[in-house]
């Protein structure tokens, strides 16, 4: 499975295993990498600097080849660790970094200086072609089949739209649960897949078993939107807990959105909230869950080792 993205991260097949936040860890990356992909872990999974530092040092040594590793760094001001984090990863090194939400300017300028590829989170032509003028190494085309944060346009107008416009790989993200799903992706002139659902119901991943049971009880028709976590729209599985909370941001959240002052304030009041709150939702059983999904997990049907769950996707 030859295309751009295999060469450019020197890995057997164009699989990205998407980063998601408290699910992505070391284990499932090493994994990854041992079966021919890349795997990619949020720097915000981890508290401080040093720990992320002693991440990036674990995986280094654990490389293999045909594999390869990166981190996802959230750009925009609600990340107050973000400059820090970038800082680490330039001076211990990675293969890639995916910026997502916000401009990936200051990324892409820093990293390209050690030598570290920059794939950008876009939605539209409009931000795929901004990033493509900055530098990007590729565009990262989040679809509406994506979970937590996801676009707007199908797979197929969306990556229609960016191969027919920009010059660089397009690695689609979302919507990918079976190898079935890959091939379309690529007829339609993707260079590779972001996966990130489908790993969520791994035996490596550090969240609880009512999680990953979630992963396989429901499908991609109880998938819905919220805005209660980040104050971005994301999409999350349809539980009681919340059907009962309602998925729009609360009237006083609403009414301080549209003051131009406080706007930045309250997102980012509502970013650490929501993280929080996602954080519970993984890694403690409670009646108020509320757990990040994408419809792909109607492939989902069982808790498998990482590499098997690879093996679903490319063979």
């Given at each position: 499975?030859?295309?751009?993205?295999?060469?450019?991260?020197?890995?057997?097949?164009?699989?990205?295993?998407?980063?998601?936040?408290?699910?992505?860890?070391?284990t499932m990356v090493i994994e990854a990498m041992k079966s021919g992909i890349a795997g990619c872990i949020p720097a915000l999974n981890y508290r401080t600097l040093d720990e992320l530092k002693t991440v990036v040092i674990e995986l280094k040594k654990a490389k293999v080849a045909g594999g390869s590793f990166g981190f996802n760094l959230i750009v925009n001001k609600s990340?107050?660790?973000?400059?820090?984090?970038?800082?680490?990863?330039?001076?211990?090194?990675?293969?890639?970094?995916?910026?997502?939400?916000?401009?990936?300017?200051?990324?892409?300028?820093?990293?390209?200086?050690?030598?570290?590829?920059?794939?950008?989170?876009?939605?539209?032509?409009?931000?795929?072609?901004?990033?493509?003028?900055?530098?990007?190494?590729?565009?990262?085309?989040?679809?509406?089949?994506?979970?937590?944060?996801?676009?707007?346009?199908?797979?197929?107008?969306?990556?229609?739209?960016?191969?027919?416009?920009?010059?660089?790989?397009?690695?689609?993200?979302?919507?990918?649960?079976?190898?079935?799903?890959?091939?379309?992706?690529?007829?339609?002139?993707?260079?590779?897949?972001?996966?990130?659902?489908?790993?969520?119901?791994?035996?490596?991943?550090?969240?609880?078993?009512?999680?990953?049971?979630?992963?396989?009880?429901?499908?991609?028709?109880?998938?819905?939107?919220?805005?209660?976590?980040?104050?971005?729209?994301?999409?999350?599985?349809?539980?009681?807990?919340?059907?009962?909370?309602?998925?729009?941001?609360?009237?006083?959240?609403?009414?301080?959105?549209?003051?131009?002052?406080?706007?930045?304030?309250?997102?980012?009041?509502?970013?650490?909230?929501?993280?929080?709150?996602?954080?519970?939702?993984?890694?403690?059983?409670?009646?108020?869950?509320?757990?990040?999904?994408?419809?792909?997990?109607?492939?989902?049907?069982?808790?498998?080792?990482?590499?098997?769950?690879?093996?679903?996707?490319?063979?």
């Amino acid at each position: 499975m030859e295309t751009k993205l295999t060469e450019l991260l020197k890995i057997k097949y164009p699989i990205i295993q998407a980063p998601m936040f408290l699910v992505s860890n070391t284990t499932m990356v090493i994994e990854a990498m041992k079966s021919g992909i890349a795997g990619c872990i949020p720097a915000l999974n981890y508290r401080t600097l040093d720990e992320l530092k002693t991440v990036v040092i674990e995986l280094k040594k654990a490389k293999v080849a045909g594999g390869s590793f990166g981190f996802n760094l959230i750009v925009n001001k609600s990340n107050i660790k973000y400059k820090e984090q970038l800082r680490v990863l330039c001076e211990e090194g990675c293969d890639f970094i995916i910026t997502s939400l916000g401009s990936p300017e200051e990324t892409i300028k820093q990293a390209h200086k050690v030598g570290i590829k920059v794939f950008c989170d876009v939605v539209d032509l409009k931000f795929a072609q901004k990033v493509e003028d900055l530098g990007a190494d590729a565009i990262i085309a989040v679809n509406n089949e994506a979970g937590g944060h996801r676009g707007n346009l199908s797979p197929e107008v969306l990556i229609k739209e960016l191969v027919s416009n920009c010059n660089i790989p397009i690695i689609s993200a979302g919507g990918v649960g079976c190898k079935a799903d890959i091939d379309k992706m690529l007829a339609y002139g993707a260079e590779g897949v972001s996966v990130g659902s489908p790993f969520i119901a791994s035996v490596e991943a550090n969240v609880t078993d009512e999680y990953k049971q979630a992963c396989i009880q429901y499908g991609a028709k109880d998938i819905v939107m919220t805005e209660r976590i980040s104050g971005t729209p994301c999409t999350v599985i349809n539980t009681p807990y919340v059907q009962k909370i309602g998925t729009k941001t609360t009237w006083l959240e609403s009414i301080l959105n549209k003051h131009k002052k406080l706007k930045k304030w309250v997102k980012m009041i509502r970013f650490s909230i929501g993280m929080k709150a996602t954080e519970k939702a993984a890694t403690q059983a409670t009646y108020k869950t509320v757990w990040v999904a994408g419809p792909s997990i109607e492939h989902t049907n069982a808790i498998l080792p990482t590499k098997e769950i690879i093996k679903k996707l490319t063979e």
